[in-house]
């Protein structure tokens, strides 16, 4: 059977990584949310085939027509990795309101429900399957301040993640999430830029993590050489303590 990855989120600095490090021979389905031209240029460079697909998150609609794309033109994917989330903002709880609260809920949380309740039957009568579901070094200790609406939504994933891992360990799917510390991307451009220095500072190794440094924790969970290893969360924070 041949493999089909399917990446949401993929016009991320961390998706587009992910999709330049494939090595294996796949399928890459690259779902992105306003802009493809990331990906198109990519795609020039990459030996696996690239499909973009575009959907909003927020639109229930919007997704399981994606999903349904998919499935009538493409297949089951049997590698998912899902990497959407909302900008991550200083917000103190004072001043979030429930919208901030319901808008991470349905970016990341309601679409990796509704993503794994369609494949993931599918995937247990082919007894096989991967998912890697990105959470934050936040949910591995004390988190920051000023964060509980981006916090509660990981702890929340990381939930999913073990409940699912527990429910489809036993046909041949395995369930994983990987957790960073500070990550320099894009998704930073709301956070202060001294509070970035100072998360650099603090670090044992003297800096951020780079898209580079999550990748490779990535692949290890969606390859075969990880058939063990089910319902884990993987720090990847340079050492850090929190």
């Given at each position: 059977?041949?493999?089909?990855?399917?990446?949401?989120?993929?016009?991320?600095?961390?998706?587009?990584?992910l999709?330049?490090?494939c090595?294996?021979?796949?399928?890459?389905?690259?779902?992105?949310?306003s802009?493809?031209?990331?990906?198109?240029?990519?795609?020039?460079?990459?030996?696996?085939?690239?499909?973009?697909?575009?959907?909003?998150?927020?639109?229930?609609?919007?997704?399981?027509?994606?999903?349904?794309?998919?499935?009538?033109?493409?297949?089951?994917?049997n590698?998912?990795?899902?990497?959407?989330?909302?900008?991550?903002?200083?917000?103190?709880?004072?001043?979030?309101t429930?919208?901030?609260?319901?808008?991470?809920?349905?970016?990341?949380?309601?679409?990796?429900?509704?993503?794994?309740?369609?494949?993931?039957?599918?995937?247990?009568?082919?007894?096989?399957?991967?998912?890697?579901?990105?959470?934050?070094s936040?949910?591995?200790?004390?988190?920051?301040?000023?964060?509980?609406?981006?916090?509660?939504?990981?702890?929340?994933?990381?939930?999913?993640?073990?409940?699912?891992?527990?429910?489809?360990?036993?046909?041949?799917?395995?369930?994983?999430?990987?957790?960073?510390s500070?990550?320099?991307?894009?998704?930073?451009?709301?956070?202060n830029?001294?509070?970035?220095?100072?998360?650099?500072?603090?670090?044992?190794?003297?800096?951020?993590?780079?898209?580079?440094?999550?990748?490779?924790?990535?692949?290890?969970?969606?390859?075969e050489?990880?058939?063990?290893?089910?319902?884990?969360?993987?720090?990847?924070?340079?050492g850090?303590?929190?």
């Open positions: 059977m041949s493999n089909i990855l399917l990446i949401i989120g993929a016009s991320s600095d961390i998706g587009l990584e999709i330049k490090s090595e294996e021979k796949c399928l890459i389905i690259a779902h992105y949310n802009s493809n031209q990331k990906l198109l240029d990519l795609k020039k460079n990459i030996s696996n085939e690239l499909i973009t697909l575009k959907a909003n998150l927020e639109s229930e609609n919007e997704l399981k027509e994606l999903l349904a794309e998919i499935e009538t033109n493409y297949g089951i994917p590698k998912i990795v899902h990497l959407a989330a909302s900008k991550i903002e200083n917000i103190r709880f004072k001043d979030v429930w919208g901030d609260f319901e808008k991470d809920i349905t970016v990341s949380l309601k679409s990796i429900v509704i993503i794994l309740s369609r494949f993931l039957p599918a995937l247990a009568k082919e007894k096989r399957g991967s998912v890697v579901v990105m959470l934050s936040y949910v591995t200790g004390v988190p920051p301040k000023a964060l509980a609406h981006y916090t509660t939504i990981k702890y929340a994933l990381l939930g999913l993640v073990k409940s699912l891992a527990s429910e489809y360990g036993g046909n041949g799917i395995r369930i994983n999430a990987v957790s960073p500070m990550v320099n991307t894009k998704f930073l451009s709301n956070i830029e001294k509070l970035v220095e100072i998360s650099a500072h603090n670090n044992p190794m003297k800096r951020n993590a780079m898209p580079s440094d999550i990748i490779p924790a990535i692949n290890l969970l969606l390859g050489d990880a058939g063990y290893i089910n319902g884990v969360n993987l720090p990847i924070t340079g850090s303590v929190l």
